[in-house]
């Protein structure tokens, strides 16, 4: 009888493992998100240069993620599909930008597409600034302006009170 209680005891065991490396196993997995415009191909083709208008535009596609602001009137939808492990920052892994740029009357005069070829990489966590010029350490940062503020010649102060005319006079 003994013996029967160590087997059922080992196979629970065993199972308590089997479990636990799973629970494990799913949290080092991935979660995927889609963040922006949901692209429907079958909209996206059915806007028209030179047919549509803003009006249509917005009705078939809603609302733009943004709107230009200077230059050409233009509309922006853009869609990315992002992947994080556990620990990590999201990464993007494919992005739609879809720019629709009307003529001065409203109309649809191009659309264009772009994707991950157009994504810079960026590394933000360094641990130094790369900068034009000078090198300077720490010490040269932290006194380095001292007796220059007010100085003749230095900064766009005259040093006194000026009346305000062309030649300080």
């Given amino acids: 009888m003994r013996q029967f209680w160590r087997q059922i005891g080992r196979t629970s065991l065993g199972l308590v493992a089997v479990a636990a490396m799973a629970v494990l196993a799913t949290g080092c997995s991935?979660?995927?998100?889609?963040r922006g415009y949901l692209v429907d191909?079958?909209?996206l083709d059915s806007v028209q240069?030179?047919?549509?208008?803003?009006?249509?535009?917005?009705?078939?596609?809603?609302?733009?993620?943004f709107i230009s602001q200077f230059g050409d009137k233009s509309w922006y939808y853009v869609?990315?599909?992002?992947?994080?492990?556990a620990f990590r920052r999201p990464q993007t892994r494919d992005q739609m930008i879809l720019r629709i740029r009307f003529d001065p009357a409203g109309n649809v005069a191009g659309i264009d597409r772009?994707?991950?070829?157009?994504?810079?990489?960026?590394?933000?966590d360094g641990h130094k600034t790369e900068?034009?010029?000078?090198?300077?350490?720490?010490?040269?940062?932290l006194f380095g302006n001292i007796g220059s503020v007010g100085a003749p010649g230095v900064g766009g102060g005259s040093g006194g009170g000026g009346t305000g005319g062309p030649n300080g006079s």
Avoid: K, Y
């Avoid at 869609?79 to 492990?85: E, K, L, N, V």
């Fill in 30 to 34: 991935s979660i995927r998100d889609h």
């Fill in 41 to 43: 191909t079958a909209l």
């Fill in 49 to 65: 240069p030179g047919v549509d208008n803003q009006t249509s535009v917005e009705r078939a596609l809603g609302r733009p993620t």
């Fill in 79 to 85: 869609s990315q599909d992002t992947r994080q492990t």
């Fill in 114 to 124: 772009a994707g991950m070829e157009r994504v810079a990489r960026l590394d933000p």
């Fill in 131 to 141: 900068t034009l010029g000078r090198n300077r350490g720490f010490l040269e940062d």
